[in-house]
């Protein structure tokens, strides 16, 4: 039995050797590659340019709020359609508002979390050659490219870009003529997230399949890295929710350019003009689209919550505390994040009965938020810390998630939300806890993953300059946000200046524009360390973090088909750090049980490695 | 037990007893076809509680197209059966009834659009009739899917070898037609009632 084994494993290493002889062609290889480990990288090149596309949008909408009415010469001189005489022109403002949310949620946090870290970390954590499709694969990423070429057209054609938020809210959204963009900017994002759905499905089968079926000899279910657990949580999350709001999409075509009325109300008058229209509900829009909505800030959180987990274990040499706790609040967090849609429309007109109900469902979520909190913390008790620019990044996330989610608990209660809703108060919660923990778990996973994606350690110091800057920049742009809303300054305002009341908040928002700017420019420090260290780091060698999972047993960077040498043969959980009675402080996933002397006691969350409930 | 002991190794993880993949994705994928039809269809329940408009009157010809589709699911199920009994002949033939009896099904939802249409009712003439239009059509776009996938696992049925290596090839292929098959009751039955 182990001797068929063997040598069907050594039969399967000849076979990966004969096939890395004939080298596929450059374009086979880097572009329209179906190894996943290109594709992964491909999805984190594009991601990190949107980022910057998104970043750039975000400045200028932080320059029209703290100099409202000001005439920058140079930026009209560049962009003469959207500045008048050098100042902003509020449909162009309501544009960047619409394209820097709707980039940044969906081209940006999705597409990295899931679709950089996904493709390139599942195969490897789990022990496979590749993912189970990788032509569906391939063309899952290649469908990005168009739509954000799609997406960015919208700038350019008659009317401009959309100016009606990431939420595309009916009836702004569904009819021609309501706003500026509502023409075919807004037919342009709507196609553009159809094409992004289609890629986003393809990519969600592919992760789930792989996980249930590629896993290495070994792997139970209970053994894999938190890393894939939560991938695999949010594929399952993005498989569910995404056809909600390809159902919507679908309808506000129809309404736009068919005539039909899904989202439109009986008597509306947009412009002056009575619509023929009767017997739509605008509210049907929002409770479709939320309930996509929510579960994607999930889709997107829960990836970055795995990474971190993986990041706090290995660079505080300690196991996970409570990995089973981990994973079964990932699937509660999951769970519940269908239930908790209606939060966003307490003031859309709700029946207070069922606000309520939102209310619980909302305040229950806080339940295995906590669960992880403190795992993490618990985690960091008493270890012997490596504060590696990763690790940094891992901790950040840990004190954005919890200084967000705080006020998310504030937000939940129908009472509070009637005076928070759309004012700074949200734009600050969800910049915490979205925005900037979800890039903070971005960042861990980069520093961390860089040395097996390019062979190649990024320069620590650098890493650790661009945290603090980060750190301190993302506290200093979004906490103050907080006083703004309790002022009342409303989000998506143009202008804050023709508000009597708001007027005292210039110096507030000025601030805030200065952070903001210093926390733009800082992450010209990350793509400059990125870019030298890919052609100068130190060599990183396979395993330079002395991690124990599996994607370390690969050399740096993996070949084709990810193995040098037999496939991984799994014989723990992925957590085996300062195993009391090991020699060294790390006990590899593919460590057999005699090479480890266990000293008795074996850590609580060690007992849930070996269970045999795959 | 101990982390790791050496007992859980021949149970954990290994590719032997999994489902194959095909099998897998086409749950997910009706996983995801299904909620959306959730969003179509609970948009539609909630609308007709709130706003009642006339409803379309439903042509007659969509109950001989149920039949239809009832019966393609029937003569899948029979060649299956065939497949697995071992005969690769009827087993196709019976491949080839299912083709055409869903293609029938949608040469009949194109017809009872097309009298409705002559009898002045247009997608966007009322609510109801705008949600008739969206859940038929969509519902016979991803029957096409399934029209699709058929030929495939037709053609790879032909190429076949025995008729083992067939029935592999329909089981996802079927799994995926009796749901739209199912669905298509579903829908109807809404339509008819609300
Ligand atoms: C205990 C945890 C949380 C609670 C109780 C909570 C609650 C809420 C509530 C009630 C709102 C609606 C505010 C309003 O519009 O009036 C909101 C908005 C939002 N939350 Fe959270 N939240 C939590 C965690 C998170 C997490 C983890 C994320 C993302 C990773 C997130 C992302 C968002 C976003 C993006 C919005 C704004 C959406 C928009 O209107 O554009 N929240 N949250
Ligand atoms: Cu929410």
Same mark, same amino acid.
């Given at each position: 039995m182990e001797a068929a084994i063997r040598s069907e494993r050594a039969a399967r290493g000849r076979e990966r050797a004969s096939r890395s002889h004939h080298e596929p062609s450059f374009v086979r290889k880097?572009?329209? $590659?179906?190894?996943h480990k290109v594709i992964g990288i491909q999805y984190l090149l594009t991601s990190l340019f949107m980022a910057l596309v998104g970043g750039s949008m975000a400045m200028l909408v932080r320059l029209q709020l703290a100099w *409202?009415?000001?005439?920058?010469p140079v930026l009209g001189a560049v962009f003469p359609d959207a500045f008048r005489d050098g100042v902003m022109r509020p449909d162009f403002y309501y544009a960047l508002v619409t394209m820097h949310g709707t980039i940044m949620v969906f081209f940006v946090l999705t597409t990295i979390l899931s679709g950089g870290f996904g493709n390139y970390l599942i195969p490897l954590q789990i022990g496979?050659?590749?993912?189970?499709?990788p032509v569906l694969n391939m063309v899952s990423y290649w469908l990005v490219p168009p739509a954000i070429i799609v997406l960015m057209a919208a700038f350019f054609v008659?009317?401009?870009?959309?100016? $009606?938020?990431?939420?595309?809210?009916?009836p702004l959204s569904a009819v021609?003529? /309501?706003?500026?963009? /509502?023409?075919l900017g807004q037919t342009l994002w709507l196609i553009s997230l159809a094409l992004l759905m289609v890629s986003f499905l393809m990519g969600s089968l592919n992760y789930i399949t792989t996980v249930l079926n590629?896993?290495?000899?070994?792997?139970a279910m209970l053994r894999l890295p938190l890393t894939v657990w939560a991938l695999f949580v949010a594929a399952i999350l993005s498989l569910l929710s995404f056809p909600v709001l390809t159902a919507a999409a679908v309808m506000l075509l129809f309404d736009r350019h068919?005539?039909? $009325?899904?989202f439109l109300p009986e008597g509306l008058v947009v412009g002056g003009r009575a619509l023929e229209?009767?017997?739509?509900? +605008?509210l049907l829009w929002q409770h479709l689209f939320w309930f996509l909505g929510h579960p994607e800030v999930y889709i997107i959180i829960v990836p970055a919550m795995g990474i971190v987990s993986e990041v706090l274990a290995t660079h505080a040499r300690k +196991?996970?505390?409570g990995y089973r706790f981990m994973v079964g609040s990932l699937m509660a967090i999951a769970f519940l994040s269908f239930l908790v849609w209606g939060h966003h429309m307490f003031? $859309?007109?709700?029946?207070p009965l069922l606000g309520t109900a939102f209310m619980t469902t909302t305040l229950i979520i806080a339940v295995p938020s906590a669960v992880k909190t403190f795992n993490w913390l618990a985690t960091l008790w008493r270890a012997r810390i490596r504060f590696t620019s990763a690790m940094l990044f891992a901790i950040g996330f840990v004190s954005l998630f919890v200084t967000g989610g705080l006020t998310g608990m504030v937000l939940g209660s129908p009472a509070a939300n009637t005076y928070f809703h759309d004012t700074y108060f949200v734009v600050a919660h969800f910049h915490l806890v979205m925005g900037s923990a979800a890039l903070f778990g971005v960042f861990a996973g980069i520093y961390h993953w860089f040395p097996k994606m390019f062979g190649r350690l990024m320069n620590e110091g650098l890493g650790r300059l661009h945290f603090w800057l980060t750190f301190v920049g993302v506290y200093a742009t979004f906490f103050p946000m907080h006083f703004l809303g309790a002022a009342?300054?409303?989000?998506?305002?143009? /202008? +804050?200046?023709?508000?009597g009341f708001l007027q005292q908040l210039e110096p507030l928002n000025v601030a805030i524009t200065a952070s903001a700017l210093g926390l733009g420019l800082a992450q010209f420090l990350f793509v400059y360390n990125f870019g030298y260290s890919l052609f100068r780091g130190a060599r990183a060698g396979r395993n330079p973090w002395q991690?124990?999972?599996?994607?370390?047993?690969?050399? /740096? *960077? *993996?070949p084709h088909g990810n193995w040098d040498e037999a496939p991984p043969v799994v014989h723990r959980w992925p957590y085996d750090y300062?195993? *009391?009675?090991?020699?060294?402080d790390f006990v590899p996933q593919?460590?057999?049980? +005699?090479a480890v002397v266990l000293a008795g006691g074996a850590p609580a969350g060690g007992a849930a490695g070996g269970g045999e409930g795959a | 037990m101990k982390p790791g002991a050496a007992g859980s190794r021949a149970s954990a993880?290994?590719?032997?007893g999994r489902l194959p993949s095909g099998r897998i994705v086409v749950w997910l994928l009706l996983a995801a076809v299904t909620m959306m039809f959730v969003a179509f269809t609970s948009s539609y329940v909630i609308h007709r509680a709130q706003v009642p408009s006339v409803a379309v009157p439903l042509p007659g010809l969509l109950w001989l197209n149920t039949l239809l589709l009832l019966a393609s699911s029937a003569t899948l199920e029979w060649g299956s059966a065939e497949f697995r009994r071992g005969s690769a002949a009827p087993g196709r033939r019976a491949l080839v009834a299912t083709l055409a009896l869903g293609l029938g099904f949608v040469a009949g939802q194109v017809a009872a659009w097309t009298r409705l249409a002559a009898a002045?009712?247009?997608?966007?003439?009322?609510p109801h009739s705008s949600f008739f239009y969206l859940l038929t059509g969509v519902h016979g776009l991803h029957l096409l899917g399934g029209v699709v996938a058929l030929a495939v696992v037709l053609s790879r049925a032909r190429a076949a070898s025995e008729a083992g290596q067939a029935l592999r090839a329909v089981g996802p292929a079927a799994t995926y037609w009796h749901f739209m098959g199912g669905l298509w009751v579903y829908l109807f039955a809404l339509l008819f009632w609300l």
């Open positions: 880097y572009i329209f $590659s179906t190894d *409202p009415g000001k005439a920058w496979a050659g590749d993912m189970a499709f008659e009317g401009g870009a959309p100016g $009606s938020g990431w939420t595309a809210y009916a021609e003529g /309501s706003a500026p963009g /509502s023409g590629l896993r290495a000899r070994g792997m068919f005539g039909t $009325s899904f229209v009767s017997g739509g509900d +605008p +196991p996970v505390f003031t $859309s007109g709700m029946h009342g300054m409303m989000r998506r305002v143009f /202008s +804050p200046q023709v508000y991690a124990t999972t599996l994607e370390w047993y690969a050399p /740096s *960077p *993996p300062s195993l *009391p009675g090991a020699g060294e593919t460590a057999p049980e +005699p | 993880g290994g590719a032997e002045g009712v247009f997608l966007h003439s009322s």
